[in-house]
């Protein structure tokens, strides 16, 4: 067994750098002026990569990504506003779940487990239903790995005077969003995924006149943004306890975002990684479920092979005595598997886990490449 910890080819968590972890070993004051100060540095920066200093604002939020997707949902939709749900894996089906605790109406388009969404489709809904007043689109949907068509479907929801509401959990910081030209009225985030932080806090950019409208709208007390946004604005502090250790390590881990080239420079190591990391299952006889357009540079999901040998959770705890968490699969098409490709993961990394997926296979006795799977990849581009 490898006695350092594993590498996390994992949609996030996922593996940080030593100097980001090393910036939790200090303890801070929740309302010491230092630590109010790193907390607007962060959201100063944030607004900064996306474009969207002078129409909106960042607000924080404690937990997990889903805490801050239904901290937006709850704040910023009325109660009698009609949503439209893009949904084309475990995501989206959470939007509607939390919608449907929410008591908000939404209408579903509903893609199954790896078709994207689009442009065309949601003109469609929108103009027979005038009702619709806000969009919420996933940017990555990790169940599949896809990277779904955010561009036209903004350009769409701005023709049909909608709103966007953007859950970029897993692309924000390595896939180019500008919102100075592209119309999303909201996006939300996380800090353990593309910038590199770990688990603790989720984050919204929302248009300042979406939220300025949001008084008394959310339904409730810990998880309303707007009351959150009006109390660091008035004092500086977050309203509750705030997690102090991973807002530190999130600070470290945005300045390793800059020095790294910022979204590009990330962007450009991550889809180095997809690109080596697909070419090199292929050679093995893997197949990824999605066609190369539709690929993101975050995560791949595999077919599993077709032999009475393969047995996920064996191949996973193989893989792992190497060295390297890999995630199953979530789909309801055909059985799978996913290696993500963010993180501290470098050409050493990704040539490792191949070699490790290799010797799974042969220890599991199946010949290399290995057999195709029943169900080959759908084609997408015509999707």
Known sequence: MNSKAPYLLTPGPLTTSLSVKQAMLKDWG???????DMTAQICQRLLSVAGAEQTHVCVPVQGSGTFAVEAVLGTLIDPDSYTLVLMNGAYGQRVGEILEYLKRPYMVLDKGDYVPP????VAQLL??????????????????????PLEEIAAVCAQAGVRLILDSMSAFGAVPV?????????????ANKCFEGVPGFGFALIERQWLEGAQGRCHSLSLDLYEQWRHMENSGKWRYTPPTHVIAAFLQALKEHQAEGGVQGRLARYTRNRDRLVAGMRALGFQTLL?????????????????????????????????????????????????????????EQID???????????????????????????QLKTA
């Not at 689009?118 to 489709?121: I, L």
């Not at 996933?138 to 599949?144: G, K, Q, R, Y």
């Open 178 to 190: 500008n919102m100075a030209d592209l119309p999303c009225a909201a996006l939300i985030s996380s």
């Open 352 to 378: 490792a886990v191949l070699l490790a997926v290799s010797h799974a296979c042969m220890q599991m006795g199946m010949t290399v490449p290995v057999p195709a799977p029943n169900l080959l990849s759908p």
């Open 291 to 347: 066609d190369d357009e539709w690929l993101s540079p975050i995560i791949t999901t595999f077919l599993s092979p077709s032999s009475e040998s393969f047995d996920f959770t064996q191949f996973y705890a193989l893989i792992k005595q190497k060295g390297f968490v890999i995630y199953p699969g979530k789909l309801t098409v055909a059985d799978s598997f996913r290696i993500g490709c963010i993180g501290q993961l470098f050409d």
């Open 118 to 121: 689009r442009g065309f489709e």
């Open 30 to 36: 929740s309302w010491d002026g230092e630590f109010n």
């Open 127 to 148: 103009e027979s239903n005038p009702k619709i007043e806000q969009v919420v689109l996933i940017h990555c949907e990790t169940s599949s790995g896809i990277l779904n």
